[in-house]
């Protein structure tokens, strides 16, 4: 097996595309996945986020696209993801995957946006649709979408959709695609309803799996002996103790993340929140402050997490250990990513001392333990995060660009670049990070300015 994209039987404008986007060699599931997905053959593959997974659908679905960009063109591929996270990220690679392609129109389909905007995208035409479950079904329902010459159908993250009840949602939209489609489904764990869906949904697919392991000198594995009684208090002496900027920390349930945040709060540590039940705003604000580093410690659950992909994650903490050995790799892969190097702790009782025997067959080694006395706060006091995020009223409709508002930083606040961080601009609000220390005085001085020549509301989150 090749790891050259040029071994593939892609276009040569597809080809330096590639090249022109730093794609230098195929990752493992790219190298799995893309001989058999090009050759038109239907497909389950079993990666985790971070792996090149949507490479892997995104060539062969733009590859398959005819007289792209008319107006008057049916949908021709269809991607459906868990979340709009997920969604927005997709769509954002297919387009630069798309780049050598002229006029391919990728359409974004999601809740919690207006229905409006997106029924008048699709007016305009689109080529290919990335969305969520129900806000696809909701198009399908209203007659502003049609499936019906659908050739790639794609299901990201299908275990993720299956974990939030969307079963009879995805068969609705499934069945309303074109019966002589491909359809590829991508995976990170394999549950029965996997199956349940390939069974009713797919021609003869072939299967690929790459292990998602993680080589021991990427990833330093330590894990600590706790009772139940000091699981979350442990948390704590480990942050003061490694002191990482960012730390990811996995909970088994809501409960027990809302009371580890309470727990770093109460502490002083920069602490949010991320599960199920949040409203997509609410979502929205922690995934972008804890992205922006305005937040050390992000206490997440497995399903609520998926999707999430952070540059630069120092530490990954299971307060819990996950009984399923696979999403105990999923977890620990989000640090240590590129060239760095990350660290992964793991917290375990006696009671769960059989689901860490089954990670220690999974990867093939015994697990290194640290004795909890060994924990002895680092020199340099409170661990705070280096940044703070101020979100601006307006963004994408009010035709806010990142170039507009780091103009306003730097003549209304004279700011420099290095003291701004990430700007991430939304539909109706606008997040960027600044400096943690520079934060109040340049809210009162963009509240007193202007974007675009217009006032804007500007809040401290």
């Given at each position: 097996?090749?790891d050259?994209?040029?071994?593939?039987?892609?276009?040569?404008?597809?080809?330096?595309?590639?090249?022109?986007?730093?794609?230098?060699?195929?990752?493992?599931?790219?190298?799995?996945?893309?001989?058999?997905?090009l050759?038109?053959?239907?497909?389950?593959?079993q990666?985790?986020t971070?792996?090149?997974?949507?490479?892997?659908?995104?060539?062969?679905?733009?590859?398959?696209l005819?007289?792209?960009?008319?107006?008057?063109?049916?949908?021709?591929?269809?991607?459906?993801?868990?979340?709009?996270?997920?969604?927005?990220?997709?769509?954002?690679?297919?387009?630069?995957?798309?780049?050598?392609?002229?006029?391919?129109?990728?359409?974004?389909?999601?809740?919690?946006?207006a229905?409006?905007?997106?029924?008048?995208?699709?007016?305009?035409g689109a080529?290919?649709?990335?969305?969520?479950?129900?806000?696809?079904?909701?198009?399908?329902?209203?007659?502003?979408?049609?499936?019906?010459?659908?050739?790639?159908?794609?299901?990201?993250?299908?275990?993720?959709?299956?974990d939030?009840?969307?079963?009879?949602?995805?068969?609705?939209?499934?069945?309303?695609?074109?019966?002589?489609?491909?359809?590829?489904?991508?995976?990170?764990?394999?549950?029965?309803?996997?199956?349940?869906?390939?069974?009713?949904?797919?021609?003869?697919?072939?299967?690929?799996?790459?292990?998602?392991?993680?080589?021991?000198?990427?990833?330093?594995?330590?894990?600590?002996?706790?009772?139940?009684?000091?699981?979350?208090?442990?948390?704590?002496?480990?942050?003061?103790?490694?002191?990482?900027?960012?730390?990811?920390?996995?909970?088994n349930?809501?409960?027990?993340?809302?009371?580890?945040?309470?727990?770093?709060?109460?502490?002083?540590?920069?602490?949010?929140?991320?599960?199920?039940?949040?409203?997509?705003?609410?979502?929205?604000?922690?995934?972008?402050?804890?992205?922006?580093?305005?937040?050390?410690?992000?206490?997440?659950?497995?399903?609520?997490?998926?999707?999430?992909?952070?540059?630069?994650?120092?530490?990954?903490?299971?307060?819990?250990?996950?009984?399923?050995?696979?999403?105990?790799?999923?977890?620990?892969?989000?640090?240590?990513?590129?060239?760095?190097?990350?660290?992964?702790?793991?917290?375990?009782?006696m009671?769960?001392?059989?689901?860490?025997?089954?990670?220690?067959?999974?990867?093939?080694?015994?697990?290194?333990?640290?004795?909890?006395?060994?924990?002895?706060?680092?020199?340099?006091?409170?661990?705070?995060?280096?940044?703070?995020?101020?979100?601006?009223?307006?963004?994408?409709?009010?035709k806010?660009?990142?170039?507009?508002?780091?103009?306003?930083?730097?003549?209304?606040?004279?700011?420099?670049?290095?003291?701004?961080?990430?700007?991430?601009?939304?539909?109706?609000?606008?997040?960027?990070?600044?400096?943690?220390?520079?934060?109040?005085k340049?809210?009162?001085?963009?509240?007193?300015?202007?974007?675009?020549?217009?006032?804007?509301?500007?809040?401290?989150?």
């Amino acid at each position: 097996m090749t790891d050259r994209f040029a071994q593939l039987s892609l276009s040569p404008a597809t080809l330096h595309n590639l090249e022109q986007l730093g794609y230098a060699q195929m990752t493992p599931i790219q190298a799995a996945s893309l001989p058999i997905t090009l050759a038109g053959h239907d497909l389950i593959a079993q990666a985790s986020t971070g792996s090149g997974k949507t490479a892997a659908f995104g060539l062969p679905l733009i590859e398959r696209l005819q007289s792209a960009g008319s107006p008057s063109a049916p949908v021709q591929a269809v991607v459906l993801c868990p979340t709009r996270e997920l969604a927005d990220q997709v769509t954002q690679e297919i387009r630069r995957l798309a780049r050598a392609r002229q006029n391919v129109k990728v359409v974004t389909l999601c809740g919690g946006v207006a229905l409006r905007g997106q029924t008048v995208s699709l007016e305009h035409g689109a080529d290919v649709v990335v969305g969520t479950p129900g806000r696809i079904l909701d198009h399908l329902e209203r007659g502003s979408l049609s499936l019906a010459e659908v050739n790639t159908l794609v299901l990201d993250e299908a275990d993720r959709m299956l974990d939030m009840g969307f079963f009879d949602d995805i068969a609705k939209v499934v069945r309303q695609c074109a019966k002589d489609r491909q359809t590829l489904l991508f995976s990170a764990t394999y549950p029965e309803g996997i199956a349940k869906l390939a069974a009713q949904f797919m021609r003869a697919p072939q299967t690929v799996k790459v292990e998602a392991q993680h080589s021991a000198h990427k990833i330093r594995q330590v894990f600590y002996e706790v009772s139940e009684t000091q699981r979350l208090d442990v948390v704590p002496q480990l942050l003061a103790h490694f002191r990482p900027e960012r730390t990811l920390a996995f909970c088994n349930t809501k409960q027990q993340c809302r009371d580890l945040v309470a727990v770093l709060q109460a502490q002083g540590y920069s602490a949010l929140a991320l599960f199920g039940e949040l409203e997509q705003r609410e979502r929205d604000q922690v995934l972008v402050q804890f992205a922006n580093r305005s937040c050390s410690v992000l206490v997440a659950t497995d399903v609520a997490s998926r999707g999430l992909d952070v540059e630069g994650l120092e530490a990954v903490i299971n307060v819990d250990v996950t009984p399923d050995p696979e999403i105990h790799i999923h977890r620990i892969g989000r640090t240590g990513r590129g060239d760095a190097e990350g660290l992964a702790i793991t917290l375990a009782s006696m009671d769960e001392m059989g689901a860490v025997g089954k990670i220690e067959v999974m990867q093939g080694r015994e697990s290194q333990w640290a004795p909890l006395s060994g924990l002895t706060p680092a020199a340099g006091g409170s661990l705070q995060p280096p940044m703070r995020t101020l979100q601006i009223v307006g963004g994408r409709k009010e035709k806010i660009r990142a170039g507009d508002v780091m103009g306003a930083l730097a003549g209304e606040c004279g700011l420099t670049r290095e003291q701004v961080g990430k700007i991430n601009v939304n539909e109706f609000s606008t997040y960027v990070a600044v400096q943690a220390e520079l934060a109040k005085k340049v809210e009162a001085q963009l509240s007193r300015g202007k974007i675009k020549g217009k006032t804007v509301k500007v809040r401290l989150i």
